[in-house]
């Protein structure tokens, strides 16, 4: 039985060598450059990293890896993981350039993983030599360029001897609410998410045979949890083929997603909610007369809050192009629990609540006309996971259909935070009367409904407003939902204290270039639509540029950090409204 992915890696390279594990679309486009690697090339390729690491005395310590899409990461990663060494996977610099954001959280992850190597592209590792004055940490961190190490080095390989308790890799949190900690993720934590996802998302061996081996396509990136355990290891996993390509490319031109489904008709791709919303501003006709989405059994959307409106929109557009809207596939998931914690039915329509149900009672139509009201399932829990919702200060389990905080519990759920004990008993050492073994507090709210769950909002981004409870999800979409000039998942709203009046709700929302003349009807609708939905007076509608709100390194809006600057004064309207 397989104890890691060095194992499963070691079985696919003997059994199917010649099989493609990953296609890589250099430019994005289907006619432009392809790398493939084959399984027996991808294994010669991690053993030479790991027998490099290993003659280097790294085993045992950790790698931090800061590659450009590729690859070369995968090989990277994998071979860290047949080295016995913790890898620690890093953003890597825009266009190998460095910014202040990119520099801070590299120093940042040099110092609290204590790494001893980094890990590189040759154009990466470069630039790192011109940052000497900048980073001091380097002078005691080797530096690898890992498309150098010759195929050669493999004969200094030696298989570690790995339990389910090793450390596999730290997986960096995304800090949307606080600074990013370091998930201890082990081999053990690892293999278990890899078979929920498996089982999940239906990939089994007939599917896998009926699809021809290829089963995903990715764009999502590899350094964030999503893209990495999903896409890139559950084909090591398999034994399949999957096609990625940079974040980047389809920032730039968003068809080139369901272009590369059109062509290699995979099982499985997704994406967070704003990709889908991307997909969408970019349907032009001609894009669908060329599609064909038929294959696409599971649309996976989690890391953000899942818009219905996104859903039925996107069902609608893509139909004529073969996508069927049982193929919606939502999930939820954290670093702290590997990755997957809850998914859909396969070849099932999601769940969907009204707005007024939010008790927990189910729609009676999800079609009705206020469905884009509604919230969406999030699937249940994997195989061997268990989901409760308690009371976060209580520390008491609530019933079916009242909100609280969830708690999860299962082999994925990893070990703690590197380094940080007060952290790691505060999250990861939950207890609950009537309940054995200890749970992970996720920090998120939700309620079960028939255990389904509905992810409502994070615990610390409510607000409180004249005795009331508001989820920012619900504001945000209303405001989102008044006027096409807002952009979609590209909204904060929070509360600051008003003096007399108390905690006050403001919303800071990005505005498309070509609305820069409206700034005063758009604020005026906004705050129409929040009165109406919700009883609220907002506060304050700041309305910014484009890529103006601070967002994690996986996509989502960083309340807390808009709010500080908001109260700075260093948000940039777009010729806003004064403060009413």
Known sequence: MARSLVDTLTTHATHQPDRTAYRYLVTGDLDGEIQEITYARLADRVRAVAGRLQEGGLTGSRALLLHPPGLEFISAYLGCLAAGVVAVPGIPP?????????LTRTKRLIADADARAILGS????ASLGALADQLPELDDVARVVTEDIPDEAAAHWRRPDLTDDSVAFLQYTSGSTSAPRGVVVTHGNLMDNERIITTSMGHTPQVIEEYGHELLVSWLPVYHDMGLIGPVLN????????TLFSPLHFLQRPARWLEAISR??????GA????YELALKHATPELLDGLDLSSWRVAFNGAEPVRPATLRRFAETFAPAGFRRASFYPCYGLAEATVMVTGGTVAEAPVLLHRENRDGNPAPDADAPDADAAAVGCGRPGEGMTVVIADPDRKEE???GETGEIWVQGASVAHGYWRNTLATRETFRATLPGREGRFLRTGDLGFLRDGELFVTGRLKDLLVVDGRNHYPQDLELSAELCHPALRPGCTAAFSVDSGAEGEQPVLVAELTPDAAGETEQVADLVRAAIGTAHGLTVHDVVLVHPGTIPKTSSGKIQRRATRAAYLDGTLAPVDAPVAR
């Open 94 to 102: 825009q266009g190998h350039s460095w910014n202040s954001r990119a």
């Open 272 to 275: 967070p909610n704003f990709g």
């Open 235 to 242: 084909t090591v996993y398999l034994g399949t083929t999957a």
């Open 398 to 400: 609530r019933p079916d």
């Open 264 to 269: 290699y008709r995979p099982h499985t791709s």
């Open 122 to 125: 040759r154009e990466v590792v």
